[in-house]
């Protein structure tokens, strides 16, 4: 059995690949970590990571699995019109995430679209001196598993 988290962002980021994105130099990837070198952010990147997991009982024999998946969304930025560029990026991507409808693109057992879906931008501001643009979106699917191996 595969580990379901890093299956749901492997889906996620396959799906994600599949779309023809406004601003078409857009590289999808999926990491384990979203690193990238500020050199090389003269186009936008999605990155897909795995975030983690809140497990609770929902009955003697059943536990509700919250499996969270960041993305991040960032570009080098020189002028508002990138800014707003960057703004329309992260919106459609979120909106993607949300309809969860890319063809051929396999998902693990019992997920479905996620349950939430919240976004970030710029947190606490980083990289700013830069001009390094970024939001975070965070995509939680939720999942009913038995306590059985």
Known sequence: MSNRLRTIADSLATGLQSVSWAISSTVVQR????????????????IVVPAGADITRASRMNMQADYTVTVFVGR??????????MLD??????LQVRA???AGVTWPTGVTSPQT??????P????????IWRAV?????????PNYL
């Open 89 to 94: 990026l992260t919106d459609a991507v979120m």
């Open 31 to 46: 990491k384990n970590w979203a690193n990238i070198d500020a050199e090389n952010m003269s186009v936008p990147y999605v």
């Open 124 to 131: 606490d501001d980083a990289l700013t001196e830069r001009n």
């Open 117 to 122: 879906v919240t976004v970030d931008i710029n």
């Open 76 to 85: 080098q930025v020189r002028t508002d019109g990138d800014v707003d560029a």
């Open 100 to 102: 969860h409808a890319f």
């Open 137 to 145: 979106i965070t995509a939680t699917y939720r999942v009913f598993e």
